[in-house]
């Protein structure tokens, strides 16, 4: 089965630093790769996703994610973080076998981002 | 956002009560997921429809169920709450391309 692991449970940065959140998967196939961000008191919003090609995919406000094959990881950046930026930030992964996936995400455990102003 | 609605969005309720919540969607999408949201858990993936009348079971589907008998609704039934099953459920569709899924605004169950 494939699991997904986030670094840091809780960061803590000021405006204007630069943010990365670690994500590694377990699974030996093919996978797509996904952030998603949840806003205090909303639903899940798609930041970016990887299928395939180039690996480092950008997505909404300024967010950007590499995805490195060999490390089993797609960690999240940003160069400067806002403060409206604060909120919850999930990797999730979904195999690619055969069809059979039907997308069902695994998701990791979340980091919370807070960022003071 | 693809048009995907949950209700209730709030409820609280006894243990040993059945509780059923309804996810409808205005997309035509093929694919529906019940999730739950714990803190330190993230989500996890209770059951899913992959087309009208055929569902299967996630990740943490023990003591729910889900039917679809249509392609716009997707409910989820606990079937006798407890208070292990107070959580965060989302609801999810996806539609041809299955790897992007959007999300419902989340229904908050609590089960006292």
């Known amino acids: 089965a494939q699991s997904v692991s986030q670094h840091n449970h809780h960061v803590i940065l000021s405006e204007a630093a630069s943010l990365e959140l670690g994500c590694n998967y377990s699974?030996?196939?093919?996978?797509?790769l996904f952030w998603y961000v949840q806003y205090p008191g909303q639903h899940l919003q798609l930041l970016l996703k990887?299928?395939?090609?180039?690996?480092l995919v950008k997505g909404i406000k300024g967010f950007e994610a590499e995805f490195i094959k060999s490390k089993f990881s797609f960690n999240l950046r940003k160069p400067s973080v806002q403060w409206s930026d604060t909120a919850e930030y999930f990797c999730?992964?979904?195999?690619?076998?055969?069809?059979?996936?039907?997308?069902?995400?695994?998701f990791g455990q979340g980091t919370i981002l807070t960022v003071h102003p | 956002d693809a048009g995907i609605t949950q209700s209730p969005r709030h409820k609280v309720t006894e243990t040993g009560t059945p509780v059923t919540l309804r996810c409808h969607q205005t997309?035509?999408?093929?694919?529906m997921y019940w999730y739950r949201q714990d803190p330190g858990h993230g989500l996890r993936l209770i059951h899913y429809s992959y087309g009208v009348k055929d569902t299967d079971k996630g990740e943490v589907s023990d003591g729910y169920s889900v039917s679809r008998s249509k392609t716009e609704d997707f409910l989820l039934t606990l079937e006798s709450a407890t208070s292990s099953q107070t959580s965060v459920y989302f609801c999810a569709t996806a539609g041809t391309d299955t790897y992007e899924q959007y999300f419902g605004p989340g229904t908050r169950l609590t089960v006292t």
């Open positions: 997309e035509n999408h093929r694919y």
């Open positions: 990887y299928f395939s090609g180039d690996p």
């Open positions: 999730a992964v979904t195999s690619v076998a055969g069809g059979t996936s039907y997308g069902k995400l695994t």
């Open positions: 699974y030996g196939g093919t996978v797509n």
